[in-house]
């Protein structure tokens, strides 16, 4: 296990920007990535106030670092607009034309995720380093397998090193780039999207260069189920080893999920991040409440409370309060009713023939106990 403690990194704290601090002592941070492009913002107030909503939404489900692409110069405009109204430290992230970087720094973007392999010269990769520093931002340096230097790229495809020893190497020579320059407010992630080639090459980097923090993720890790399997065996083994100072399930699904799910893996992993626990039986055939039916309601509301408990979903019977009875407050049914309790104890009882008075009349009575924890 790395013992190492990592140098930390400082994200954001100018204007109205938090100040996140990553690596080192400080626990592990969740990001995702923003899925539409961000220019309408330019010219439609509803469209940037949306927007800053659904940023607020992902923070309080725990996402507390958000990208953006950057293909252009009026999404480097958008972003510096909708940095100047946002809590949450944004990311830009910048491919082949380092002058998008230097425009998002203009404003009050918090940091700059580059590619030095498809960014162009070491000129203009010190470009960007010497703005970030005079502006104190972070970078992250971001290395994938579609992105090897030409010499690396030709041993891999030799096969004289693994893709995972060159996603190593790549990343190696990239932070030794920054060390020269004396820049030290970086991460770096090395992405595959097979589950071995992520955990060996996040390895081979953390053991030479031990001091430096690591964003892990599994790229195009696939849709919810099969990303979310990849990404909790490649999380699951860094983080045992210490390795991965902020991590990013990449899914083809929404920002709101990718958070879930990571928020999920950090709790299974005993990095809980706090807040509400929820857990729910799978309902069978004797099923007597809606169970489904409920968390797809109530699921983001209660991930988004400040409240440090366990709410049990619970379809029949049989698991009802047998099974929730640790739980701080929960909910089942049977038939026509629907039980509410708490620490295993009955504190409602709702009945109503009508299915959906039934679910409305229930939700009502959970929202009034759920206020008194």
């Known amino acids: 296990m790395n013992t190492i403690k990592t140098r930390t990194v400082c994200i954001g704290g100018a204007g109205r920007t938090a100040e996140l601090k990553l690596g080192g002592v400080f626990p592990v941070a969740i990001q995702t990535m923003w899925k539409e492009g961000i220019v309408p913002v330019l010219t439609d107030e509803r469209a940037l106030f949306s927007l800053l909503d659904k940023i607020e939404a992902l923070s309080s489900l725990g996402c507390r670092l958000l990208?953006?692409?950057?293909?252009?110069?009026?999404?480097?405009?958008?972003?510096?607009?909708?940095?100047?109204?946002?809590?949450?430290?944004?990311?830009?992230?910048?491919?082949?034309?380092?002058?998008?970087?230097?425009?998002?720094?203009?404003?009050?973007?918090?940091?700059?995720?580059?590619?030095?392999?498809?960014?162009?010269?070491?000129?203009?990769?010190?470009?960007?380093?010497?703005?970030?520093?005079?502006?104190?931002?972070?970078?992250?340096?971001?290395?994938?397998?579609?992105?090897?230097?030409?010499?690396?790229?030709?041993?891999?495809?030799?096969?004289?090193?693994?893709?995972?020893?060159?996603?190593?190497?790549?990343?190696?020579?990239?932070?030794?780039?920054?060390?020269?320059?004396?820049?030290?407010?970086?991460?770096?992630?090395?992405?595959?999207?097979?589950?071995?080639?992520?955990?060996?090459?996040?390895?081979?980097?953390?053991?030479?260069?031990?001091?430096?923090?690591?964003?892990?993720?599994?790229?195009?890790?696939?849709?919810?189920?099969?990303?979310?399997?990849?990404?909790?065996?490649?999380?699951?083994h860094l983080l045992k080893e210490s390795i991965g100072a902020t991590i990013r399930v990449s899914l083809s699904a929404s920002p709101e999920d990718e958070v879930i799910a990571a928020r999920e893996i950090l709790s299974a992993c005993g990095l809980s991040t706090g807040g509400v626990k929820i857990v729910s039986c799978p309902r069978c055939g004797r099923n007597g409440f809606d169970v489904h039916g409920f968390i797809e309601r109530w699921q983001h509301k209660l991930l988004s409370m400040d409240k440090d408990i366990t709410v049990a979903v619970m379809g029949c019977v049989v698991n009802g309060r047998g099974e929730g009875k640790h739980a701080d407050i929960g909910i089942t049914g049977a038939g026509d009713s629907v039980v509410i309790f708490k620490k295993g104890k009955t504190v409602r009882t709702i009945r109503h023939k009508d299915l959906n008075l039934l679910n409305k009349n229930a939700d009502i009575a959970f929202s009034e106990e759920l206020k008194s924890l």
């Not at 692409?69 to 958008?78: G, W």
């Not at 430290?89 to 425009?103: M, N, T, Y």
């Not at 020579?173 to 030290?184: G, I, Q, S, T, Y």
């Not at 430096?212 to 990404?231: C, D, N, Q, R, Y």
């Open 67 to 236: 990208r953006f692409a950057v293909p252009d110069i009026e999404s480097a405009e958008a972003l510096c607009l909708i940095a100047e109204h946002c809590t949450m430290p944004l990311v830009a992230d910048i491919h082949f034309d380092w002058r998008l970087a230097l425009r998002c720094l203009e404003g009050n973007v918090a940091k700059i995720r580059i590619n030095p392999g498809n960014i162009g010269s070491k000129e203009r990769v010190k470009a960007v380093v010497d703005a970030c520093r005079e502006k104190g931002r972070a970078i992250r340096i971001g290395v994938n397998a579609g992105s090897f230097p030409s010499d690396i790229a030709k041993r891999v495809e030799a096969k004289e090193i693994s893709r995972a020893e060159g996603l190593a190497l790549t990343a190696i020579r990239e932070a030794e780039v920054f060390e020269k320059l004396k820049f030290e407010n970086y991460l770096v992630s090395l992405k595959a999207s097979d589950v071995k080639e992520t955990i060996e090459a996040n390895e081979a980097f953390a053991k030479q260069c031990p001091l430096v923090p690591l964003h892990v993720g599994v790229t195009e890790a696939g849709p919810l189920i099969g990303g979310i399997v990849k990404s909790t065996l490649a999380f699951s």
